[in-house]
């Protein structure tokens, strides 16, 4: 089994103190406090080879990193016999089956790989968590992500409630596998939902609501997602707004940190504007004081990254955080700002109908208090809608019934179009690949060493 001194020279000196258990949030925090960004990869493999191989080539990178996991689809779905059928027939998978590998397998794979100064997350995209949570158990695997919500509207037709039920039993069962003094570790999708033209005063009420519902079933180190989106100023103030929140209304006890993901909307084609984009979000993960990052690579456009375009963007994303001029650990002066309002009076709203926060979490939705912008499960009302104003931050223009109120620009609103929302959707890509747009033909499909990997979280 390896330790921290045996990985890369180059990495040695950037890896926070190991705990004395492999605890995901003590890592972080630890890389935190010695003013380091914590960067992921999006990876998954069938083949253990290959995701065995993925993994350390994430922990050789000149950065500070924690490994995935990402789960293929059909075992997100619970459909562990068509993940065993296609394993028999060699199909190339869009993650690792780990529920249908034994146990032994995955622990091999992991052996001499995942360690105290290595944490490994297992990231999937299910409402039904249950038999990932039991087989991550199985091989030594305590920290993974989802939640009630965001692993529910945006994905499929499970009903709410149901997936609110898998959840609390998930989050318990976790809980009960990997007890003290191990620290299994959750992070919420909450603040991620749809990727884009979210307004981040309901993803970072999301995110917090996520959390509190994980503590309330036994969790004691979260993490709370948020997607960068439009604008750095707004989605700055999203991030402290998510940290102040956490604060507010999570026990002290908890342990807890904010993941930010690179933006999850159309990425831009080039690769220069792929490159600014992700070195923009690692700036910002530091000056708001998030300490992990979900990195993207520049092949995000075009196809599946290869491990090594996914080496190359954990060093981009390292070497950005290292100019970015506060340490991560820091933390920012948090003003009653405009995201921070709205959130609060989301969260406050739906915690008030239920003292039970996945009850409150239903009603919420059944009564149009949550209201998700573009989601068209059957469970999300619908009504809510958004737009990017002049200066290119999001804000509502219809809100249902949700404790907020509309925004209102200078002349008035215009009616949103199908080639409004279009041009929407493309902003931040055209922005950043600039006026000459996106090149005429894409890059080629494979490279050299073009492993792929699947990543819908």
């Known amino acids: 089994m390896s330790t921290a001194a045996t990985r890369p020279a180059a990495q040695a000196p950037a890896s926070p103190a190991a705990p004395p258990h492999p605890s995901f949030g003590g890592f972080v925090a ?3 406090a010695a003013g380091r960004l914590v960067v992921q990869p999006r990876m998954g493999f ?4 290959l995701m065995r191989h993925g993994l350390s080539r994430t922990r050789g990178a000149v950065a500070t990193t924690v490994g995935t996991l990402t789960i293929d689809s059909y075992t997100r779905v619970g459909d562990l016999a068509g993940a065993r059928a296609a394993l028999a ?3 190339r998978l869009n993650g690792y089956p780990i529920a249908s590998h034994p146990a032994a397998v995955t622990r091999d794979l992991l052996d001499g790989v995942r360690d105290a100064s290595f944490p490994v997350q297992v990231r999937h995209g299910s409402s039904r968590p249950e038999a990932i949570i039991r087989a991550s158990a199985a091989a030594g695997l ?7 919500v965001s692993y529910c509207l945006p994905y499929g037709r499970t009903p709410l409630a149901e997936s609110v039920d898998n959840w609390a039993r998930g989050c318990e069962l976790l809980a009960e596998l990997a007890p003290a003094p191990r620290r299994p570790h959750l992070e919420t999708f909450g603040g991620c939902m749809l990727g884009q033209l979210c ?3 309901l993803l970072v009420a999301l995110s917090l609501l996520e959390a509190v519902f994980f503590v309330r079933h036994g969790i004691r180190s979260v993490s709370l997602s948020y997607a960068q989106q439009t604008h750095p100023d707004q989605d700055a103030e999203a991030v402290r707004a998510l940290r102040r929140l956490a604060r507010e209304f999570l026990p002290a006890e908890v342990d807890r940190h904010v993941v930010l993901y690179t933006y999850m909307g159309v990425f831009p084609h080039t690769e220069r504007g792929a490159t600014r984009l992700l070195e923009d979000s690692a700036q910002l993960a530091v000056r708001a004081g998030a300490q992990r990052l979900i990195v993207k690579t520049t092949a995000e456009a075009h196809r599946i990254p290869s491990v090594r375009e996914n080496v190359r963007a954990l060093e981009t994303a390292a070497a950005a955080s290292a100019l970015a001029g506060r340490p991560a650990g820091s933390d920012p002066e ?13 969260v406050e709203a739906v915690l008030e109908l239920s003292a039970d926060p996945g009850r409150a979490l239903r009603a919420a939705f059944a009564r149009g208090v949550l209201d998700v912008p573009f989601c068209l499960h059957p469970d999300n009302a619908g009504r809510s809608r958004s737009f990017l104003d002049a200066a290119g931050r999001l804000r509502w223009s219809d809100t249902g019934a949700m404790p907020v109120v509309p925004y209102v620009p200078p002349g008035g609103r215009t009616p949103m179009t199908s080639d409004g929302l279009l041009r929407a959707l493309y902003a931040v890509a055209g922005r950043y690949d600039g006026p000459g747009g996106p090149p005429a033909r894409a890059r080629p499909a494979r490279e050299p060493d073009a492993v792929t990997a699947a990543s819908p979280s």
């Not at 069938?46 to 080879?49: C, E, L, Q, R, S």
């Not at 305590?142 to 009630?148: I, K, Q, R, S, W």
């Not at 948090?334 to 989301?346: I, K, M, Q, S």
């Open 30 to 32: 630890a890389a935190a």
């Open 46 to 49: 069938a083949d253990p080879a």
């Open 89 to 91: 027939e060699g199909a």
């Open 142 to 148: 305590d920290a993974t992500e989802g939640g009630p």
């Open 199 to 201: 307004p981040p005063g």
């Open 334 to 346: 948090e003003a009653d700002g405009e995201v921070y309002r709205e959130a609060r009076a989301f």
